[in-house]
């Protein structure tokens, strides 16, 4: 058995068995804790029917949604209309495939490392990640126009318009971090966050961390920026006309793909399955034990992004669509670029891993950035200039 | 022995410009199954006469197989396919099924590339007009395609013309992406130079004049596009600030 896991090619095939079933099982979880955290946050109790807690709401859910009758709607162009959720489902399962969990394992403890504890490691894993998100927009577009609702081909729109805006700033936040590290690996891009002189990128570039934050709310269209199913305006979006699993499988995508957002978060940003100073989550460290304390680690960062994900849900109202617009060509592109033009400038100067020197550049570029939008007076969001004042009375009292 | 091959390709050549021909819409009686039938059997002699010259049927040609097949299967499909929207996602499909190709060529960049770019933005903005455009029923130019002999033909030759150099590759029978396969299977250690930094070396050193002068164009073009596409307001109604309520965009009220 060991030695045929110490072939990389099994071994991964084992990490991708237990991958899956541990992303299937954390998306109805994460529904869960969503609903929990909700009803935390806006002081209710939320599920608590269903087994101890409302633990076994998830499988509940999870019936409910298999057993609900299958509606396909007149009028619908039916091939399209089933291809859509499983594209937005798939699409969001495959991005996994390159994270890397765990570092470098020796199976046999005979001090040589025999695999990697991930599903693959290619050198463009950065790409690929950036290239399967970028398919996603097809489940939405599809869903939209297939089921022949123009409510529901508005979402579409919307969210089209939104990812292709929000991937430019993405991708020029996710430069600053290759130009630093120098490679497109993700292993390597966790590597070269460890050791002495190295500290995580977030201590590097917190500007260009919290620019890929904003756009992987975007892209994963979470409030504030789920106008694509903006159920005030919209019916109920781009699933409006799905119903029992195919809109779980939507439902579903949505949570993996932020769960792969998150993972991605923090492989770039916050070192992978490493801390600083603590033994077992260094290079060197390759058990089998410490590979599982790895994955622990892993799973936990991933897990407080997660609950950054609901909590901003549960905290912000949605954007309007201009302001959204705004947002991302007049707001973000410039700074990231201007980032990534410095992430440059440090690389020549040999100074990319120097914390006072990106750090120090980071803040001087938020400061010209509150700066000049001050003096150029448009905010690159919220209100314009030109508006009449808005009284803060509510009508009732100004009668 | 080449002459052979190369009248062997020439025919199933054929055989798939007449199964393009009978799938190209047009009015009449249907002959579509006939289209299919011959696709299919031109598809298949053509993985034959691969198979017998260059690729033997082991390890990772089976991908090439699969994905050769899926991609002029799509591609077919992408200039048959009576409806525009499945035409352009054919067309998706079809950059899709070309990239494990050039993984196996050890092309992983470019592969990667082709989906960022061509699936995952060009073929987006393609497909959205052509579901904003084409909301009611099919009009008919696209149930009846125009010329339909002359392109078969023109495609044909063409293609039959590329093909036929294939005759002169040297005959012998490798797997394709060896190095692939061996990369992804083998302990991480011994990892060698990969083909993304090799690009960027070459590109940032050799080509660096040419990838400079296509930024600049494309940003020419880019510019371009938005002054033709910008709307000319008149200076008045720009600059009084008219807040008309209902109205979208800058003029709404707010709460």
């Not at chain 2, 052509?130 to 909301?135: A, D, K, R, T, V």
């Not at chain 2, 510019?223 to 910008?230: E, L, P, R, T």
């Amino acid at each position: 058995m060991v030695e045929l896991l110490k072939d990389q090619f099994w071994f991964s095939a084992l990490m991708t068995v237990g991958i899956v079933v541990a992303l299937l099982t954390a998306q109805a979880y994460s529904i869960y804790f969503e609903r929990k955290i909700s009803a935390w946050i806006q002081d209710r109790i939320g599920p608590n029917r269903v087994g101890p807690l409302g633990l076994l709401q998830p499988l509940a859910d999870g019936g409910k949604f298999l057993l609900k009758e299958d509606i396909i709607p007149a009028n619908v162009d039916k091939p399209l209309f089933l291809l859509a959720p499983m594209i937005a489902f798939g699409v969001a399962m495959i991005g996994f495939a390159v994270l890397p969990w765990g570092g470098n394992v020796d199976l046999d403890a005979d001090g040589a490392v025999d695999v990697a504890a991930q599903v693959a490691d290619p050198g463009i894993g950065l790409l690929y990640i950036l290239g399967i998100g970028s398919l996603s927009v097809y489940g939405v577009v599809l869903g939209g126009w297939a089921n022949n609702n123009k409510y529901a081909f508005f979402a579409a729109m919307r969210s089209t318009a939104q990812m292709l805006s929000y991937e430019i700033p993405m991708g020029m936040a996710i430069v600053v971090v290759v130009i630093t590290a120098g490679t497109l690996r993700l292993e390597d891009i966790v590597l070269s966050q460890i050791g002495d002189g190295h500290v995580w990128n977030i201590v590097l570039h917190p500007f260009a961390f919290f620019i890929l934050l904003v756009t992987l709310f975007a892209e994963t269209n979470r409030t504030p920026f789920d106008l694509a199913e903006a159920e005030q305006e919209l019916v109920g979006g781009y699933h409006t006309e799905y119903g029992a699993l195919k809109f779980g499988m939507f439902f579903l995508g949505e949570y993996a793909h932020m769960i792969t957002g998150s993972g991605f978060i923090v492989v770039l940003f916050l070192g992978g399955w490493h801390l600083p100073g603590v033994p077992g989550l260094q290079p060197g460290d390759v058990s089998v034990g410490a590979m599982l304390l790895k994955i622990t680690v892993m799973a936990g960062k991933i897990a407080a992004f997660m609950f950054l994900f609901m909590w901003v849900r549960w905290t912000l109202p949605r954007f309007r669509f201009d302001q959204l617009m705004r947002l991302s060509w007049q707001g973000l592109l410039p700074i990231s670029m201007a980032l990534a033009g410095y992430a440059t400038v440090l690389v020549y100067l040999g100074k990319s891993t120097s914390i006072p020197w990106a750090l120090g550049g980071n803040i001087v570029l938020l400061a010209l950035t509150l700066v000049i939008s001050q003096l150029r007076q448009t905010p690159v969001t919220g209100r314009q200039t030109n508006m009449p004042a808005i009284s803060l009375t509510s009508p009732a009292k100004a009668r | 022995m080449n002459t052979e091959w190369s009248f062997m390709v020439y025919a199933t050549f054929a055989l798939g410009a007449a199964a393009v021909y009978f799938l190209l819409p047009h009015t009449g009686r249907s002959t579509k199954t006939a289209g299919h039938v011959l696709g299919v059997a031109a598809l298949a002699a053509t993985m034959v006469l691969c198979a017998s010259k260059f690729l033997g049927t082991e390890g990772a040609n089976i991908f090439f197989y699969l994905s050769a097949v899926v991609a002029v299967g799509s591609a077919v499909k992408v200039i048959t396919h009576e409806k525009p929207v499945y035409s352009a996602l054919y067309f998706v499909l079809t950059v899709l099924a070309i990239t494990p190709l050039l993984i196996l060529q050890e092309a992983e960049f470019l592969a990667v590339a082709l989906v960022i770019i061509y699936a995952g933005a060009i073929l987006v903005t393609y497909v959205f007009v052509i579901m904003l455009s084409q909301q009611g029923g099919q009009p008919m130019h696209d149930r009846q395609s125009r010329e339909p002999f002359l392109a078969v033909f023109g495609g044909f030759v063409t293609m039959a013309a590329i093909a036929g150099q294939m005759a002169a590759l040297p005959e012998e029978k490798g797997i394709v992406g060896d190095f692939a396969v061996a990369a992804a299977t083998t302990a991480i250690n011994d990892r060698g130079v990969d083909n993304t930094s090799l690009v960027g070396t070459a590109m940032m050193t050799e080509y660096v004049v040419a990838f400079e002068v296509a930024g600049v164009l494309l940003l020419i073009a880019m510019v371009g596009a938005i002054a033709m596409s910008k709307k000319r307001v008149p200076a008045e109604t720009a600059l009084t600030p008219m807040p008309v309520p209902g109205k979208v965009g800058r003029e709404v009220e707010p709460f």
